[in-house]
Each structure stands twice: as structure tokens, then as C-alpha cells.
């Protein structure tokens, strides 16, 4: 009895060992993880839909709007993202490939048209445009389009980034002149973005860490410039360092005061769903940047630890999902678009919670916005088409098949190679 026992509760073991997150996560076959990618988005985009009828409903009533209006809006681009999302993500690996020089260049020519009479200006930022009653941001586009193209450029210079002008030539110029572009527009957190997305796009496409460091400290300069040649800028960092006046608290540290107040009146589980009282207008545009102070005073500290913890998981999946692919056009794409995502929620988290200084980064999936939900959406659409086992073949028909019909012989052999693969650039 005792031995019968012991096996059973062997069995029964692993079997309960496979049903865990951290078996999940530590299984890096795509069927596994990718769902856990798409579980994970759908769920923020889910919290930020309903953050964004709580925190914008006050507001629009005060302005005489209908409260459902903003809710409304935000589902049906949700919905539009999504959509797009599952069409991106049964695309082949080639033809997103090829997708790089058209959504470059129609990136480019939108943001010009932002200084037409097409384009409108939001809080002093010319970055919008109006056509037929509906608005966009080109900028958020922008950010995906880089990164594809990028991508492709580097993927097909793979043996000659050794040479400082092909590492170079032409990812930080066509980089550079989005981030001008964007920045006449007098939008520099977005700026910023693009240039954490260029500098990602550029290590993980294998540049050298000399150029790499060169370029990056060259964006960081630039960034202190364009910083200090604005009043308001400045004004926001000496508040935000405690070194402005008296009278910063009704000024530019205003929202930010308000925010740090709605975080900690939230508490441990919040003051409840809707219960808000920082966006009765002590917020403003509380349904934007600062949703997620709104977040953690209506869901307190579990609720902001519940949306963190949907990112780690999401970091963490397409990850372990890209490290399976030797696809190097693939690896680039899938890393830059989740350090985009990533690293802009850390930015806009680490801003509203005092330890950054406010510069007008959105909460990806959370804040209200229809191009910046669509974009990301997007970008997620293109990491599932990249990270799908039939893609890995880079577009070839005969390769995706023999992927497809080897995939378990495929899996033992890159077990007994482990992390053995490495980067041209590790070596």
C-alpha cells in the first residue's frame, strides 16, 4: 500500500508541477507562452478601458459631455487594435519585412502633414491630425514603423556592422529625422521614446557596443539640450527636485502633487471602483497620463501590483518565446517592440509616482488614446506573427513546413544546445 502510494503521488506530481505560472513561464515553446502573451495584453487593455470610463466621466460631465463618450471611443479603437493585432498576427515573417520601407515612409509623410492645416494642436503639442472628424497621432506609428524598418536594415547588414558607417547608415538618420520631426511638434517624451526605441533597435540588431555607446550618450546630450532650452521643461524639474518656488504646487507641480495624493489615499485594495476623488478635477486629464494614480486610489496597491505584474509576464513570455528563433530579423522586431512597451510603462509609471520628473508619457494599454492603443496593439500583433514556430523559416514556404512537421525534434536538439547560441556580435 505504502509503495502504490509513493507511485501515485509521483505521478501526480509532475502533473500538478505542469499546471503552475512558473512551469508556464519556464517552457519556452511558443504554444505554451504565446497565449500567455495574448492573455496578458487583452487583460490590460481590459483594466484600461475601465480606468478610463471611471477617470474621464466627472470630467466630461463637468464639461457638458455625454460620460460614455471617452469610454466609448477607447472600445471601439480597442477593438480596431485588436483586430488589426490577429490579422498582423497570421502575417509570414517576409512579407512584415517588406512592410518596412512603406510604413516608414508613410510615417514620414504624416508627420509632415501635422504642420498643414490638417494638423491640430492638444496642450501646446502640434502632433495631431484631423481629417473627417477623426484624430490621430502619426507619432505613435512612427514608433512601430522604426523599429520594422530598422530591423530589416540591419538584419540584411548583418556582416558588415563591424564597420562604424554601416552600423550608422542609414537607421540613425532616418531615426534622427523622425525624432526632429516629432520634437517641432514640441512633444520631447515622445521624442524620447523614439530614442529608446532607435538605441534598442540598434543593440539588439547586434551594433557594437562602441558605436551603440557613442550613439547612445550623443541622444542623452541631446536630450539634457532640448530639456534646458525650455522654461516649462525646467520648471518641471526643479519642481520635481524639490528646488522651485512655494507656489509650484498650484503651477507646474500641480498634477503631479494630486497624482502622489491619489496614489496614497489608495492604500492597501483602494477606495473602490468609480470612488475616485482626485479626478474630481484635481487631476488633470486624469484618464491620459495620470490614469494610473487614478488606478491605485480606486484599486490601491494590489490592483497597481496586479497591472506591473501583467507587464513582467508579458516581458517575460515573448522573451522566452523569441529566444527559441535564430531569425534575425525576427529577434530585432520582437525584443525592440516589448522594450517600446516595457520601458514607456516604466517611464510614464516612475513619472506619476514622483521618481521621474513629469514629461508626458502615456501607460501603454491603460491611457486613453486611440493611436497609441492601435499602434501597440499592433506591435503585438507583429511579435506573435514573428514568434509563431511556422515563421521562423523567414518566408520560405519549404522551411516553414519542415519547421512545422521537425517542430518536437527541433525542441530536444535546441534543449542539448541550450544557450550556446550566440550573437555574431557575442562572440
Same mark, same amino acid.
Given at each position: 500500500?505504502?509503495?502504490?502510494?509513493?507511485?501515485?503521488?509521483?505521478?501526480?506530481?509532475?502533473?500538478?508541477?505542469?499546471?503552475?505560472?512558473?512551469?508556464?513561464?519556464?517552457?519556452?515553446?511558443?504554444?505554451?507562452?504565446?497565449?500567455?502573451?495574448?492573455?496578458?495584453?487583452? %487583460?490590460?487593455?481590459?483594466?484600461?478601458?475601465?480606468?478610463?470610463?471611471?477617470?474621464?466621466?466627472?470630467?466630461?460631465?463637468?464639461?457638458?459631455?455625454?460620460?460614455?463618450?471617452?469610454?466609448?471611443?477607447?472600445?471601439?479603437?480597442?477593438?480596431?487594435?485588436?483586430?488589426?493585432?490577429?490579422?498582423?498576427?497570421?502575417?509570414?515573417?517576409?512579407?512584415?519585412?517588406?512592410?518596412?520601407?512603406?510604413?516608414?515612409?508613410?510615417?514620414?509623410?504624416?508627420?509632415?502633414?501635422?504642420?498643414?492645416?490638417?494638423?491640430?494642436?492638444?496642450?501646446?503639442?502640434?502632433?495631431?491630425?484631423?481629417?473627417?472628424?477623426?484624430?490621430?497621432?502619426?507619432?505613435?506609428?512612427?514608433?512601430?514603423?522604426?523599429?520594422?524598418?530598422?530591423?530589416?536594415?540591419?538584419?540584411?547588414?548583418?556582416?558588415?556592422?563591424?564597420?562604424?558607417?554601416?552600423?550608422?547608415?542609414?537607421?540613425?538618420?532616418?531615426?534622427?529625422?523622425?525624432?526632429?520631426?516629432?520634437?517641432?511638434?514640441?512633444?520631447?517624451?515622445?521624442?524620447?521614446?523614439?530614442?529608446?526605441?532607435?538605441?534598442?533597435?540598434?543593440?539588439?540588431?547586434?551594433?557594437?557596443?562602441?558605436?551603440?555607446?557613442?550613439?547612445?550618450?550623443?541622444?542623452?546630450?541631446?536630450?539634457?539640450?532640448?530639456?534646458?532650452?525650455?522654461?516649462?521643461?525646467?520648471?518641471?524639474?526643479?519642481?520635481?527636485?524639490?528646488?522651485?518656488?512655494?507656489?509650484?504646487?498650484?503651477?507646474?507641480?500641480?498634477?503631479?502633487?494630486?497624482?502622489?495624493?491619489?496614489?496614497?489615499?489608495?492604500?492597501?485594495?483602494?477606495?473602490?471602483?468609480?470612488? %475616485?476623488?482626485?479626478?474630481?478635477?484635481?487631476?488633470?486629464?486624469?484618464?491620459?497620463?495620470?490614469?494610473?494614480?487614478?488606478?491605485?486610489?480606486?484599486?490601491?496597491?494590489?490592483?497597481?501590483?496586479?497591472?506591473?505584474?501583467?507587464?513582467?509576464?508579458?516581458?517575460?513570455?515573448?522573451?522566452?518565446?523569441?529566444?527559441?528563433?535564430?531569425?534575425?530579423?525576427?529577434?530585432?522586431?520582437?525584443?525592440?517592440?516589448?522594450?517600446?512597451?516595457?520601458?514607456?510603462?516604466?517611464?510614464?509609471?516612475?513619472?506619476? %509616482?514622483?521618481?521621474?520628473?513629469?514629461?508626458?508619457?502615456?501607460?501603454?494599454?491603460?491611457?486613453?488614446?486611440?493611436?497609441?492603443?492601435?499602434?501597440?496593439?499592433?506591435?503585438?500583433?507583429?511579435?506573435?506573427?514573428?514568434?509563431?514556430?511556422?515563421?521562423?523559416?523567414?518566408?520560405?514556404?519549404?522551411?516553414?513546413?519542415?519547421?512545422?512537421?521537425?517542430?518536437?525534434?527541433?525542441?530536444?536538439?535546441?534543449?542539448?544546445?541550450?544557450?550556446?547560441?550566440?550573437?555574431?556580435?557575442?562572440?
Amino acid at each position: 500500500m505504502n509503495t502504490g502510494q509513493q507511485q501515485t503521488a509521483n505521478v501526480r506530481t509532475p502533473l500538478r508541477r505542469k499546471r503552475t505560472l512558473a512551469f508556464l513561464l519556464a517552457d519556452d515553446s511558443p504554444g505554451r507562452l504565446r497565449p500567455v502573451i495574448l492573455a496578458a495584453v487583452l %487583460s490590460l487593455s481590459a483594466i484600461g478601458l475601465v480606468e478610463v470610463a471611471s477617470a474621464s466621466s466627472v470630467e466630461s460631465v463637468a464639461a457638458g459631455n455625454n460620460p460614455y463618450d471617452l469610454p466609448l471611443k477607447q472600445a471601439m479603437w480597442t477593438v480596431a487594435g485588436v483586430v488589426i493585432m490577429l490579422v498582423l498576427a497570421r502575417l509570414p515573417v517576409q512579407r512584415i519585412r517588406k512592410l518596412g520601407w512603406p510604413l516608414l515612409i508613410g510615417s514620414l509623410v504624416a508627420l509632415v502633414l501635422v504642420f498643414t492645416p490638417l494638423g491640430m494642436s492638444v496642450n501646446g503639442n502640434r502632433n495631431w491630425l484631423s481629417v473627417g472628424g477623426f484624430t490621430a497621432q502619426p507619432s505613435e506609428f512612427a514608433k512601430l514603423s522604426l523599429i520594422v524598418w530598422g530591423a530589416a536594415i540591419l538584419d540584411r547588414k548583418q556582416a558588415l556592422l563591424g564597420q562604424w558607417k554601416h552600423a550608422v547608415i542609414p537607421v540613425v538618420p532616418a531615426g534622427g529625422l523622425i525624432m526632429g520631426v516629432v520634437y517641432l511638434g514640441h512633444d520631447l517624451g515622445t521624442t524620447m521614446i523614439i530614442m529608446m526605441i532607435l538605441a534598442a533597435t540598434m543593440f539588439y540588431g547586434g551594433v557594437r557596443m562602441k558605436v551603440f555607446s557613442a550613439a547612445g550618450l550623443f541622444c542623452a546630450v541631446m536630450a539634457l539640450v532640448l530639456a534646458a532650452t525650455s522654461g516649462n521643461r525646467m520648471g518641471r524639474i526643479f519642481s520635481w527636485l524639490g528646488m522651485g518656488s512655494a507656489e509650484d504646487a498650484q503651477g507646474v507641480g500641480y498634477q503631479a502633487t494630486n497624482g502622489t495624493y491619489a496614489l496614497a489615499s489608495g492604500g492597501w485594495f483602494g477606495l473602490g471602483l468609480g470612488q %475616485s476623488r482626485q479626478k474630481w478635477n484635481w487631476i488633470p486629464e486624469a484618464h491620459n497620463d495620470f490614469i494610473f494614480t487614478i488606478l491605485g486610489e480606486e484599486l490601491g496597491l494590489a490592483g497597481t501590483l496586479l497591472v506591473l505584474c501583467l507587464f513582467a509576464i508579458l516581458a517575460i513570455a515573448v522573451f522566452k518565446t523569441i529566444a527559441r528563433t535564430q531569425d534575425t530579423f525576427s529577434r530585432i522586431v520582437a525584443c525592440s517592440v516589448i522594450t517600446w512597451i516595457l520601458g514607456q510603462a516604466v517611464i510614464n509609471i516612475a513619472m506619476v %509616482s514622483g521618481l521621474l520628473p513629469v514629461i508626458g508619457v502615456p501607460l501603454p494599454f491603460i491611457s486613453y488614446g486611440g493611436s497609441a492603443m492601435v499602434s501597440s496593439l499592433a506591435g503585438i500583433g507583429i511579435v506573435l506573427a514573428v514568434t509563431r514556430p511556422d515563421g521562423w523559416g523567414a518566408g520560405d514556404p519549404k522551411q516553414r513546413g519542415a519547421a512545422s512537421r521537425g517542430a518536437d525534434a527541433a525542441a530536444g536538439s535546441a534543449a542539448g544546445r541550450g544557450n550556446g547560441r550566440r550573437h555574431e556580435y557575442q562572440r
